[in-house]
């Protein structure tokens, strides 16, 4: 099973400030990476896919990048609705797929 | 509009039962393989299983292999979970999900039904 490692677990960050979050998997899922926006209460929504490409009316403030075992979601200037849970996803063997265990991004 | 009911969830004991079914409408349902994944609280998203759109090709994460089976009607444009020999650790809320044509990730999600196993 391929195991995917996010970091950190948490990220405190300002409004208007930049967020890097970084996700790594334990061999190779080559661009078969997706991130997902979590809040509170609510289903997780596609941002990302094949590493780099933003889902269907995803911000351009979203961006993703990477390949093999490294990958990275970055928030350019983060608005206030950007405070949530970050998943990476692979799924370089489908039907299977593995989760991080997610980057919560809150206010500094 | 997409749309993805899950219902089925509920209080059961452990060792038993229960069946999960995932209702959509507002597209091509046998066009789309389909997911359940869970959460349980407080935690992150696992993957559960998967299916193609014609039931020839499944999944199961390691955690439940043998134990839930997954399966679909595209009859009825739905999608099933059957939940055997339940333990507190499948206590979660379970999410059905739609896969895009490709890649295969997840655009669509229900809101989710509860599970929780307890005595």
């Known amino acids: 099973e391929i195991v995917m490692t996010q970091s950190p677990a948490t990220l405190s960050v300002s409004p208007g400030e930049r967020a890097t979050l970084s996700c790594r998997a334990s061999?190779?899922?080559?661009?078969?990476l997706a991130w997902y926006q979590q809040k509170p209460g609510q289903a997780p929504r596609l941002l990302i896919y094949?590493?780099?490409t933003r889902a269907t009316g995803i911000p351009a403030r979203f961006s993703g990048s990477g390949s093999g075992t490294e990958f990275t979601l970055t928030i350019s200037s983060l608005q206030s609705e950007d405070f949530a849970v970050y998943y990476c996803?692979?799924?370089?063997?489908?039907?299977?797929?593995?989760f991080g265990q997610g980057t919560k991004v809150e206010i500094k | 509009e997409v749309q993805l009911v899950e219902s089925g969830g509920g209080l059961v004991q452990p060792g038993r039962s229960l069946r999960l079914s995932c209702a959509a409408s507002?597209?091509?349902?046998?066009?789309?393989?389909m997911h359940w994944v869970r959460q349980a609280p407080g935690k992150g998203l696992e993957w559960v299983s998967g299916?193609?759109?014609?039931?020839?090709?499944?999944g199961y994460a390691d955690s439940v292999k043998g134990r839930f089976t997954i399966s679909r009607d595209n009859a009825k444009n739905s999608l099933y979970l059957q939940m055997n020999s339940l333990r507190a650790e499948d206590t979660a809320l379970y999410y059905c999900?739609?896969?895009?044509?490709?890649?295969?990730?997840?655009?669509?999600w229900g809101q989710g039904t509860l599970v929780t196993v307890s005595s």
């Open positions: 999900a739609k896969e895009m044509i490709w890649p295969p990730v997840f655009d669509y």
């Open positions: 507002g597209f091509t349902f046998d066009d789309y393989a």
């Open positions: 299916i193609s759109w014609n039931s020839g090709s499944i």
């Open positions: 061999q190779s899922v080559s661009s078969n």
């Open positions: 094949g590493a780099s």
């Open positions: 996803q692979q799924y370089n063997n489908w039907p299977s797929s593995t």
